[in-house]
């Protein structure tokens, strides 16, 4: 199974309110990453965990935080929601120690901030 | 700077023709996954390659390191082969570099 699952597949948030985005693989990758994903634009890493060590990117660092309990399961939150937040979260994962690297990407949560 | 500079930005091509994406990198990278986005948004992996060539019905790319290049080839467009193509460089240390896009139109 190289499926990795997102949920939710839409959410329509509040300006000022959080949002919690869920991701999950079972291929045992040592990588996760979430990219923000606006129309017309190229996907944008905002963090990734390699193992147990999270890595965010510059400027994104105060306004996306994550979790990794276990290997196969991920989160991203918005602690307060901007209308700027609105976009597609793509979740991908790969094996980055085995050498092979390939993403593997979910079917995005599209956020909507109203 | 940009690690990847994708080419063209747009693309249109009448049905039943050809063409080529193209991806250069500025620094060594060990491997290149191409992508079609889906109407919602979502990314389909097309190809991934650590080297050589790959071929896939009506697409081909190849991965040349050395050179420091990929392309994507697209024979006897469909109008479902509309939409925009990414490519994701993989410098080998857990980030992966994505070019800006090829949008596509097929012509009828």
């Known amino acids: 199974d190289t499926t990795v699952k997102q949920n939710p597949r839409y959410k329509l948030a509040r300006v000022g309110k959080p949002v919690n985005l869920i991701c999950s693989q079972t291929?045992?990758?040592?990588?996760m990453y979430w990219y923000q994903k606006k129309p017309n634009q190229a996907p944008k890493l905002l963090l990734f965990?390699?193992?147990?060590?999270?890595?965010r990117e510059a400027d994104t660092f105060e306004k996306f935080q994550s979790s990794r309990p276990n290997n196969s399961f991920c989160s991203l939150y918005i602690g307060s929601a901007g209308l700027e937040y609105s976009a597609m979260y793509l979740c991908?994962?790969?094996?980055?120690?085995?050498?092979?690297?390939?993403?593997?990407f979910g079917e995005g949560s599209k956020l909507t901030v109203l | 700077g940009d690690q990847v500079e994708q080419s063209p930005s747009a693309l249109s091509l009448h049905e039943g023709t050809g063409s080529a994406l193209r991806c250069n990198f500025t620094?060594?990278?060990?491997?290149v996954q191409w992508f079609q986005q889906n109407s919602r948004g979502s990314l389909i992996n097309l190809f991934y390659?650590?080297?050589g060539t790959k071929e896939n019905g009506r697409l081909k790319s190849t991965f040349n390191s050395k050179e420091s290049y990929s392309t994507l080839h697209i024979r006897d467009a469909q109008l479902e082969d509309s939409g925009t193509y990414f490519c994701?460089?993989?410098?080998?240390?857990?980030?992966?570099?994505f070019g800006k896009g090829t949008s596509l139109t097929v012509i009828p």
């Open positions: 991908a994962s790969s094996s980055q120690g085995a050498n092979t690297g390939q993403l593997y």
């Open positions: 291929m045992n990758h040592d990588t």
């Open positions: 965990y390699y193992d147990k060590i999270l890595n």
């Open positions: 620094t060594t990278m060990r491997a």
């Open positions: 390659l650590a080297s």
């Open positions: 994701a460089a993989d410098p080998g240390y857990q980030n992966f570099y």
